[in-house]
Nanobody, 116 residues
């Protein structure tokens, strides 16, 4: 079992920045693909960014150039740096982990609100 704990959400003005953090409970974190999803009210959950165990990253088009996903395997932690935030980025952001055996895990979510 893997537990994921997100932090770093909050209220920010348009154009501002936030860094989300997801701490995983297992030391084999380095073998997992990690990702951030988000879900806005009335919308489906969508994949925002992902990073493989080898460090390859991918992003949904709407955040390319603004968001950066990274990982620190020594700390069992994955980050999402969000710059130039827009009101449409408002959502609950979820951390996601997938093992090599394709077991999947979710965090509890952290609210990000972009508003003036």
């Amino acid at each position: 079992q893997v537990q994921l704990v997100e932090s770093g959400g909050g209220l920010v003005q348009p154009g501002g920045s936030l860094r989300l953090t997801c701490a995983a409970s297992r030391s084999i974190f380095s073998t997992y693909t990690m990702a951030w999803y988000r879900q806005a009210p009335g919308k489906q959950r969508e994949l925002v960014a992902a990073i493989t165990s080898g460090g390859t990253t991918s992003y949904v088009d709407s955040v390319k150039g603004r968001f950066t996903i990274s990982r620190d395997n020594a700390k069992n932690t994955v980050y999402l740096l969000m710059n130039s935030l827009k009101p449409e980025d408002t959502a609950v952001y979820y951390c996601y982990a997938r093992s090599a055996m394709r077991n999947t895990y979710w965090g509890q979510g952290t609210q990000v609100t972009v508003s003036s």
